[in-house]
C-alpha cells in the first residue's frame, strides 16, 4: 500500500518560489532614509509588482498546507502480521490479534470444565511491522482468520512420582492432591490435630491434703477423669512424592479411583485359604506366616474364632506404593495394679501363704505419642500419667514356720533329664492314672513329705506313697529299689528309690502319680 505523491511536489513548487523572492530581496541599491529607517530603491519603483508577486507566493503556500493537512488526515497506521515467521496478512490494530487469543484461550478453559483430559493453547510466534499508508484499509477478518487458523492445542496432565518412579497420570494438580489427601485420610480417621504435648507425670501423694495439684489430681471423688481420645499430631508419607505439570497423550489420563486402589493396595494378587481339619486362626497364621490381624481384618465374618473346615480366608496382604506415616497423641485409662505386700508369719508353715487384705486396683490417664504405619502401631512412648485414683495394696502373710514332712504344695519333675513315654489318661481301653518317665535311674521326691508307703503293690510292683501332709499325695511305682521306710521324713529332691521294670511294666521307667484330697490329678497340670 504506496503513500500518495500530492504532497512531495507541492512542497517543492513552494520551496522554488520562495527562493526566487529572496535573491530579488538581496540585491544592493541606494537607500533613503524616511523617518530614520533606510527604504531600498527598488521598492519604490517596483512596489505593484512586488506585491502582486508575494500574494502568487503566499497563494501557493496556502494551497499545499490545505493540501498536506488533507494528507496527514486521510494516512492511516496498520501493521503487517508476521506468524512464525511467515506473513499473514494486515491488521489495524494488533489489539485485535491479542483479543483473539485471549476469546480462545478462555473458551478453552470452559471447554476444560466437562473434558476428561485438559488442552492447553500453544501460541504461534507473532510478530508486528509497523506500516502508515493513504486512506490503508487493511482485511482484519481475514487476517484474525488466518491467526486463529494457526492457533493449535494440546493435552496436558499431572504425573504423579513416588521416589522418583511414574506411577500414574491424572488430569489436573487439584485431582492430584485430593487423591493424596485422600490417601493420608484412610489412616487419620478425621483426627483433630493435637496442640503441642507437654511431657509431665503427675503422681499421687498419699496425705496431701492441701489445695495444690497433687491432691486434685489424687481425688477419686471427683468426676475430673477426660475422656479418652486420639488427636492428630502430625502426618505424612514415608516415600518422596512429588507432582508434575507435563504435556501428556490423551489416553495417559487415569481413573482417579483406580489409581486410589493401587496407591493404597499395590493391586496385589488375591490369596485364598481353605480352612483344613485341626486349623485354629493362631494355627494358619504361624503355618502361612500371616499376621493374625489379617485374617481378621480380611475376614470380619469370623466371630469368636470360630472357623469350620472348608471355609474360604481370604489372606491378601496389602502392599501400598505410598505408605502413610502417623502421630498421635492417644489418652487413655488404664488399671493401677495393686502392689503385693508380703508379712512374714512364724505360725504359718513355709511355704504356705495367706492373703490378709485383697487390695484395689487404681486408675490412672496415661497420655501416649503413637506412631503408626499405615494405621498399624509401630513406636509408643509414655508423656504423661495423671493418677485418679491410687492402688490399695494387696497383703499376703507368708509363713516361716518350717515342719519336716509337710509339703510347699509346689511339684520338681522325680526323674533328672527326663522323657514322658506315656501320659495321663485313656490307655488300652483304661485309665492310666499317671504318667510313665524315663531318664536319669535315681528316683527323687517331687515335695517335702513323710513316706506312707514303701513296699510291693499289685500292678506296681515295688511303689512309694508320700504323704506331702496338705491334701496331696505322690505314688512312685515299678521301682528296682526303694531307699526310704514307712514313717520317713522325706525332703523335695531327696533320692528315695531306683527307677526299674517290677510289677506289670513292658520296660525299665517310673510310674507317677499325684492325688489331691482323695482324688487322682493329671501330674503335667503341677510339675
Not at 195 to 212: H, I, M, N, Y
Not at 259 to 271: F, Q, S
Not at 403 to 424: C, D, E, W
Not at 445 to 464: H, M, P, Q, R, S
Amino acid at each position: 500500500m504506496a503513500l500518495a505523491p500530492e504532497s512531495g511536489r507541492i512542497r517543492e513548487k513552494l520551496v522554488r518560489a520562495v527562493s526566487r523572492v529572496r535573491r530579488k530581496l538581496s540585491f544592493p541599491g541606494r537607500f533613503r532614509r524616511r523617518g530614520g529607517v533606510p527604504i531600498p530603491r527598488f521598492l519604490r519603483d517596483f512596489r505593484v509588482p512586488l506585491a502582486a508577486t508575494l500574494a502568487a507566493v503566499a497563494a501557493v503556500a496556502g494551497t499545499y498546507l490545505a493540501a498536506e493537512q488533507h494528507v496527514l488526515a486521510e494516512t492511516r497506521t496498520y501493521y503487517k502480521v508476521l506468524v512464525n515467521g511467515q506473513f499473514a496478512g494486515e491488521i489495524s490494530s494488533r489489539e485485535l490479534v491479542a483479543g483473539l487469543i485471549e476469546d480462545t484461550r478462555k473458551r478453552l478453559e470452559e471447554a476444560n470444565l466437562h473434558t476428561k483430559v485438559r488442552y492447553a493453547l500453544r501460541e504461534p510466534e507473532i510478530a508486528f511491522l509497523s506500516e502508515k499508508a493513504y486512506k490503508a484499509e487493511p482485511d482484519d477478518e481475514e487476517t484474525l482468520r488466518r491467526v486463529a487458523a494457526s492457533l493449535e492445542t494440546y493435552p496436558v496432565g499431572v504425573k504423579l512420582f513416588i521416589d522418583g518412579k511414574l506411577v500414574g497420570v491424572v488430569r489436573d494438580e487439584q485431582t492430584a492432591n485430593a487423591l493424596l489427601e485422600r490417601v493420608k485420610d484412610r489412616y487419620t480417621n478425621d483426627l483433630e490435630p493435637a496442640a503441642k504435648p507437654e511431657v509431665r507425670v503427675l503422681s499421687f501423694q498419699a496425705g496431701s491434703t492441701d489445695g495444690g495439684s497433687d491432691s486434685s489430681v489424687g481425688n477419686a471423688g471427683e468426676d475430673t477423669e477426660p475422656a479418652p481420645e486420639r488427636r492428630l499430631l502430625s502426618v505424612g508419607f514415608v516415600e518422596t512424592v512429588s507432582v508434575v505439570q507435563a504435556v501428556i497423550s490423551a489416553d495417559e489420563v487415569q481413573d482417579p479411583e483406580e489409581l486410589y486402589e493401587m496407591l493404597v493396595t499395590g493391586d496385589p494378587a488375591p490369596v485364598k485359604y481353605t480352612v483344613q481339619p485341626g486349623d485354629c486362626i493362631s494355627c494358619i497364621a504361624q503355618k502361612l506366616n500371616v499376621p493374625k490381624e489379617l485374617i481378621y481384618r480380611n475376614n470380619p465374618w469370623i466371630q469368636n474364632d470360630l472357623i469350620r473346615v472348608g471355609d474360604e480366608l481370604d489372606l491378601t496382604q496389602e502392599k501400598p506404593l505410598l505408605n502413610v506415616e502417623t502421630a498421635e497423641l492417644v489418652t487413655r485409662t488404664e488399671a493401677i495394679q495393686p502392689q503385693v505386700v508380703y508379712q512374714d508369719d512364724n505360725q504359718l508353715i513355709k511355704g504356705q501363704t495367706k492373703v490378709i487384705s485383697q487390695g484395689k486396683p487404681g486408675e490412672q490417664l496415661v497420655t501416649y505419642r503413637v506412631v503408626r504405619l499405615n494405621g498399624q502401631p509401630v513406636e509408643e512412648e509414655q508423656l504423661s500419667v495423671q493418677v485418679l485414683s491410687p492402688a490399695v495394696p494387696k497383703i499376703i502373710a507368708r509363713g516361716t514356720k518350717v515342719v519336716r514332712g509337710v509339703g510347699t504344695g509346689k511339684f520338681a519333675m522325680p526323674v533328672l533329664n527326663y522323657r514322658i513315654t506315656s501320659n495321663f489318661g485313656q490307655r488300652w481301653g483304661r485309665q492310666h492314672k499317671g504318667i510313665d518317665i524315663i531318664g536319669n535311674k535315681n528316683i527323687m521326691a517331687a515335695d517335702n513329705g513323710v513316706v506312707e508307703f514303701a513296699g510291693k503293690k499289685n500292678g506296681l510292683g515295688n511303689a512309694i506313697i508320700i504323704d506331702h501332709q496338705n491334701g496331696f499325695k505322690t505314688v512312685y511305682g515299678h521301682l528296682s529299689k526303694i531307699s526310704v521306710k514307712k514313717g520317713q521324713a522325706v525332703e523335695k529332691g531327696q533320692v528315695i528309690g531306683i527307677m526299674g521294670s517290677t510289677g506289670n511294666s513292658t520296660g525299665v521307667h517310673l510310674h507317677f502319680e499325684i492325688h489331691k484330697n482323695g482324688k487322682v490329678k493329671n501330674p503335667k497340670d503341677y510339675l
